[in-house]
């Protein structure tokens, strides 16, 4: 039977083999295959356990979801401030507009 090595590791521990072997890889590559239902990491080979993998997937998961809610929020926030500078430029037009058919105060008094 292949080795099966644990997916996540405390700081302490990813210290500890970085110390040892002077590199630690967190397998964050895997690959998946269904024919012979194994897990294994593309960046050094290691052979995963498939709950760790699930565990990481879904915790990558949550993650993605709250990037896409901040996403939203951040669009919706840059249509309102768009709004705004349009609006903030129209009256900025019309200020300038005013100002140019002002006849000037120059001789006037
Ligand atoms: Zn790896």
Redo the contacts with the bound molecule.
Sequence with gaps: MAKVIQLYATEEAVRAVRRRRGKF?L?REMEFCAEQRTIT?N??G?QLDHFEAFCTIVKDWDKVEELAREKRRLSQEIAALSKERKKLMASVSGMRRRQSKKPTSAGDG
């Design positions: 890889c397998h990491c960046s050094c290691a």
